[in-house]
C-alpha cells in the first residue's frame, strides 16, 4: 500500500511538470470561438489521456494485491440447544482441552515436595513404580508413572489431622462418626479399586483396606450434599488449611477423578500412598521393613 501511494505521487508531480497548464483545466464559461471551443476540448481530452497512461504505470508497477484492503469474515454462528433456547456461539470460545486439574495445553510434570520425593524413592524400594500419593499436608493429589510424576491435583481430605483412625472406628455405624476425631484419613500404604456409588458422582477408587461396619474410604468426585462445607470453593482455594474437610474420603475434581478411571488398570489393586501430616514419620510408614 506505500508503494503504491509512493507511485500515485511521483506520478502526480510528473503530470504536474509535464502540464503547466493543468490547473487551468477547469472549463469556464467563454464566449469564444467555436474554434478555440475545439482547442479547449482537445487540450481536456489530451489530459484525460495523461490521466489514463499515469494510472496504468501505477497498476503495472504495484501489485493488485498491495492495492486491495484486507477484508474480514465473521464465520456463522454455531447453535447451542442443549438447554432449550438456541444461544449464539459466535462469540464463545471454543473449549480446549487440558489436563485433569483444568489447566489447558501441554503441563510440565508436577514439581515434589521433599516429603513427596521421599516417599516415592521409598515406593520404588518396594518395586511400586505406578502409583497414586495423597499428601494430606499439602492437599494434593498426585500420579506417577515409572517412577515419575505425571499428574497433580487438589485433593480434599478428612477434617482431623490425625494420621490413625481411632481405636475402635472399624466397628462403628456411619451415622455415630460425627466427631471432628473420628474423620481421618489414615497415612500408610494401600490400594484401591473400582467401586460405584451414584450419590458420590458415580465411579470410584475404594481403599481396599479400609472397611468399617457400613462405610469405607473411597476416593471419589467432589462430595456437595452439604452446600455450607463449600467443598468445591475449597478445592480452588490455596489455603491449605481449607483442604481438611471430608468425614476421611479423599475428594477430587470431576475431571480428576475421571481422568485417573482412565489411567488406572480396569481391574486388580493399585498402590497408594497417603502422607503422614508430619515429614519426619514419612520413613515410619513407608520404608522397607529389614529383617
Not at 35 to 48: N, S
Not at 89 to 99: F, K
Not at 145 to 152: L, R
Not at 164 to 176: C, I, Q, V, W
Amino acid at each position: 500500500m506505500v508503494r503504491a501511494v509512493a507511485l500515485f505521487g511521483a506520478a502526480i508531480v510528473v503530470l504536474a511538470l509535464g502540464c503547466p497548464g493543468a490547473q487551468a483545466a477547469a472549463v469556464t464559461k467563454t464566449k469564444a470561438h467555436p474554434a478555440r471551443v475545439t482547442v479547449i476540448h482537445a487540450e481536456a481530452a489530451h489530459r484525460v489521456g495523461v490521466h489514463r497512461e499515469v494510472a496504468r504505470a501505477i497498476v503495472k508497477a504495484a501489485p493488485v494485491s498491495a492495492l486491495k484492503m484486507p477484508s474480514y469474515r465473521v464465520p456463522a454462528p454455531a447453535i447451542d440447544t442443549s438447554a432449550g433456547a438456541p444461544t449464539s456461539l459466535a462469540y464463545r470460545v471454543p473449549p480446549s482441552t487440558g489436563d485433569a486439574s483444568g489447566a489447558t495445553g501441554p503441563q510440565p510434570p508436577p514439581v515434589l515436595s521433599d516429603q513427596e520425593s521421599e516417599a516415592s524413592q521409598m515406593a520404588a524400594a518396594r518395586g511400586d513404580r505406578d502409583f497414586l500419593m495423597v499428601d494430606k499436608a499439602r492437599g494434593k493429589i498426585i500420579l506417577f508413572e515409572k517412577s515419575q510424576p505425571v499428574f497433580a491435583g487438589p485433593a480434599l481430605t478428612g477434617a482431623s489431622l490425625a494420621d490413625r483412625l481411632p481405636p475402635g472406628e472399624l466397628t462403628e455405624k456411619f451415622d455415630n462418626l460425627n466427631a471432628r476425631k473420628t474423620k481421618v484419613t489414615p497415612a500408610g500404604r494401600f490400594t484401591v479399586e473400582r467401586g460405584y456409588d451414584k450419590e458420590l458422582g458415580g465411579p470410584l477408587l475404594d481403599v481396599s483396606e479400609i472397611r468399617g461396619k457400613d462405610w469405607g474410604i473411597a476416593i471419589h468426585q467432589v462430595y456437595l450434599g452439604t452446600p455450607s462445607e463449600r467443598r468445591d470453593a475449597r478445592l480452588k482455594s490455596p489455603t491449605i488449611e481449607d483442604k481438611h474437610i471430608s468425614f476421611g474420603c479423599i475428594n477430587v475434581t470431576r475431571a480428576a477423578i475421571q481422568y485417573l478411571l482412565r489411567k488406572l488398570p480396569e481391574s486388580g489393586p493399585f498402590p497408594l500412598y497417603v502422607l503422614p501430616e508430619d515429614p519426619s514419620r514419612t520413613a515410619a510408614y513407608f520404608a522397607p521393613r529389614t529383617s
